[in-house]
């Protein structure tokens, strides 16, 4: 995981997500944790880039 994947995961979540594994069934996930709220986004978004 790269510096600038961490500040975009920090920032845009859904943006890294998509980034490292496309649009798909990750970056839905994500997007929905970062309507409910920022933090479960950040949090889902470092688990995924991590893998």
């Known amino acids: 995981m790269g510096i600038i994947?961490?500040?975009l995961a920090l920032l845009l979540p859904p943006v890294a997500v998509a980034?490292?594994?496309?649009?798909?069934k990750d970056f839905l996930i994500?997007?929905?944790?970062?309507l409910l709220?920022?933090?479960p986004g950040v949090i889902h978004a470092?688990?995924?880039l991590s893998k």
């Open 5 to 7: 994947e961490i500040i």
């Open 37 to 39: 709220g920022w933090i």
């Open 46 to 48: 470092f688990y995924v």
């Open 19 to 24: 980034l490292r594994h496309g649009i798909g």
């Open 30 to 34: 994500n997007v929905l944790l970062t």
